[in-house]
């Protein structure tokens, strides 16, 4: 975890939030007092970890929560007073905000941290699989393309032209795709 926002209004919890961040190895820390700032924040970069600590000057924070945990890699820990843990955790445990009960419990905190970095690291490699996965679906993709041209033009069978792929990519050390989007270009131009 290398960035991180922090939402409060609060200089005390500011400085907590930045020790507790600062020995989870996290080197960059950001600060702002309202939602509206976090939101311009968020837009201007991407963090790792965003801290809200409500209620804030202009708004709860839950629909804040919600809304950056919605975007993607940023583990989200909502700080809520203790009366409310149950009703807000219920409305946004679902979108994967993780929520803390103030007061904080400096050990809890902790663990909610590590928890947060486990989470998202396996969001990054569950990514990273989907990003391979898509990539290979559209070289699948393009080779049928190809196969369905060397049958139409060529009056090849399917093994014929999936044969004839895979041989070309192996005479000339090439990856199948790159066979296959020759063909398209000699093909379909």
């Known amino acids: 975890m290398e960035s991180a926002l922090i939402v409060s209004t609060s200089e005390k919890s500011i400085a907590f939030f930045t ?7 996290c080197d960059k820390v950001v600060t702002v007092p309202t939602c509206g700032q976090a939101r311009r924040s968020i837009m201007d970069r991407d963090f790792d970890m965003c801290i809200i ?5 202009d708004e709860s924070g839950e629909s804040l929560s919600v809304n950056i945990a919605s975007r ?12 409310y843990f149950d009703e807000v955790s219920a409305h946004v445990e679902d979108s994967g ?13 902790w663990n909610a941290i590590k ?11 569950l990514q990273s699989e989907n990003s391979k ?34 041989k070309q990519a192996m005479d000339m050390r090439k ?10 270009k000699t093909y379909e131009s």
């Open 133 to 166: 996965l898509i990539q290979r679906i559209e070289d699948i993709r393009v080779i049928d393309r190809a196969k369905c041209i060397l049958i139409s033009y060529l009056a090849m069978s399917e093994p014929e032209a999936h044969k004839y792929i895979e």
């Open 115 to 125: 928890l947060a970095k486990a989470a998202q690291t396996k969001v990054r490699i």
């Open 19 to 25: 020790e507790m961040l600062k020995a989870a190895s």
């Open 72 to 83: 993607g890699f940023c583990q989200v820990l909502l700080a809520v007073k203790a009366e």
């Open 97 to 109: 905000v993780i929520t803390v009960a103030k007061p904080i419990n400096r050990a809890l905190f």
């Open 175 to 184: 990856p199948k795709r790159a066979i296959a989007e020759g063909i398209l």
């Open 53 to 57: 600590n409500a209620p804030l000057k």
